[in-house]
């Protein structure tokens, strides 16, 4: 079936909604060791640039970008949230994320689809990481060497590990996760194609 | 099992009915004096207007009698983070700072430079959340959309998808609970068959592998529902000529007044600093 643009605005929002519920609940954090958490909420961003195109990628990445600005303005919870109530750290970077994933989805996708659809995760979230640190780093150089208990000057040092340490293991994880995803939609959606019918009951 | 009810103690924006002139603007207005709001307290370094725009969402607030102790309930768990930061600019002064000593304790020492910098900190952060949190209690989520696409109108006319904006955003309202009560049904289902979710005594590896079966079939129910709509949707033609709208958001000359005054105050907030420090 062709893709209409009703259906394009209709899996934006649905993808979306996901993401704003994985925002707001603990269900956006996987828990990793040492007490660290991985987020996963971007990955509903990426997956709708992989399936939908890189308009319905940023159109995502905005409605999760405004929930984590509503949520760290309304509920803050964690030491660091305040410093998401700042427009230029939860929106901005989060508009590159489907950006990003879908470009790399293309240049992979005429090999396997899981294959791309991993590499899109990959590069999404760490685009995700690499442009909320840096906004973080540009914004709040004050707050964070506060909040990290790190001079100034070694607020640079401070945050390349954290992308290094949570960052790569977030992609590995976004990587898992889309593949996933994208696999087990397209198998469905190859599955129906052969037999019309017998999707319809449900 | 308490865990996992997700959604019950979630409040991000709660929607107060009440007959207030602010509930009776239309949602264009409530943007841009929200953008506006938003713009003033997050990008102005200028320390009057940083007091203003913490200031100015708590008038409004009075006006849409929603009480001002709720929009700044969040408030209290950024405490020890705020002290923190003080802590940190009272430790490490600033390098060339002249301004007068307030409090002076041997090696450390609080500057006037330092206090002002923690208390714009503390103001930025206040506006920032009244804004917000007022927007939210006085905007129901029809009107959220169809504010959307008001706002974006002048876009529309060179080809922005205006519509299609506001329609994906209403869809995300309308899938929020959908979802969340999926992401509960597929979580019990789950524990009954022995994933651990909670604090169990497991590895973290562990753990993090139990989100794939949760995450996967949610999403994939997400995207099959989401083509039931588009195709019902289809097949009552939307999308096939101009849509009508049920709810009249156009506003009379008094509600054209507060958009002119939220898009002055927005370019006044810039010019007028520059003006004064000339």
Redesign the interface.
């Known amino acids: 079936m062709e893709r ?4 394009r ?10 993401s ?2 994985m925002a ?4 956006g954090y ?4 040492g007490g660290a958490s ?1 987020t ?1 909420m971007h ?2 961003v990426i ?1 709708a640039a992989v ?1 939908e195109g890189p308009v319905a990628g940023t ?1 995502v990445g905005l ?1 999760f970008g405004v ?1 984590s ?3 760290a ?5 964690g ?1 660091l ?2 410093l998401f ?4 750290v939860s929106v901005l970077p989060r508009l590159a994320i489907g950006f990003m994933a879908w470009g790399a989805f293309r240049l992979f996708r005429g090999k396997m689809l899981p294959l791309a659809a991993g590499v899109a995760g990959a590069v999404g979230s760490i685009t995700n990481t690499v442009l909320v640190l840096l906004a973080l780093g540009l914004t709040a150089s ?2 964070m ?3 990290f ?1 790190v ?2 000057g070694a607020l640079p040092a401070a945050l390349a590990s954290i992308a290094l340490s949570n960052g790569l293991v977030e992609a590995a ?1 976004a990587a ?2 889309t593949s ?2 994208v696999g ?2 397209k198998g ?1 959606e190859n599955a129906r194609g052969r037999a019309k019918l017998s999707g319809e009951g449900n | 099992m308490k865990g996992l009810e997700f959604w019950k103690h979630v409040s991000i924006g709660r929607y107060v009915e009440a007959d207030t002139p602010v509930h009776r603007l239309t949602p264009a207005a409530k943007y841009l004096w929200l953008l506006a709001l938003m713009l003033s307290a997050s990008m102005s370094g200028s320390a009057l207007v940083i007091c203003i725009s913490a200031i100015l969402p708590l008038f409004f607030a009075r006006l849409a009698r929603v009480r001002i102790l709720f929009l700044l309930r969040g408030f209290l768990p950024v405490l020890p983070f705020m002290g923190l930061a003080a802590v940190f600019q009272v430790l490490f002064s600033w390098p060339a700072d002249r301004s007068t000593v307030l409090l002076d304790l041997g090696p450390v020492s609080l500057s006037a430079r330092e206090a002002v910098a923690v208390v714009l900190m503390a103001l930025r952060f206040v506006a920032i959340m009244s804004t917000i949190g007022l927007f939210t209690s006085v905007t129901s989520e029809g009107d959220t959309a169809r504010g959307v696409e008001d706002i974006f109108a002048p876009l529309a006319r060179v080809g922005f998808p205006a519509r299609g904006f506001a329609l994906m955003i209403a869809v995300a309202f309308r899938f929020i609970p959908i979802i969340a009560g999926e992401f509960e049904s597929v979580v019990k289902a789950q524990a009954a068959r022995g994933a651990d979710f909670g604090a169990g005594a497991r590895g973290p590896l562990r753990k993090a592998r139990a989100y794939l079966p949760l995450i996967v079939p949610v999403t994939i129910r997400a995207l099959e529902r989401a083509e039931a709509l588009a195709e019902a949707m289809e097949a009552r033609c939307y999308g096939a000529g101009p849509a009508t709208r049920y709810v009249d958001t156009t506003g009379g000359s008094a509600d054209m007044v507060v958009r002119v005054a939220a898009i002055l105050y927005a370019l006044g907030i810039f010019i007028v600093p520059v003006l004064l420090a000339s």
């Open positions: 209409s643009s009703v259906r605005i209709v899996i934006s929002g649905a993808l979306g909604a996901v704003a519920v707001v609940t603990p269900l996987l828990p990793w060791f991985l996963i990955i509903p997956i399936l159109a409605v929930t600005l509503v949520k303005a309304t509920a803050p919870i030491p949230d305040p109530a700042n427009p230029l004050e707050q060497s506060g909040a208990g001079q100034t994880a898992v996760f996933s995803i087990a939609w469905l």
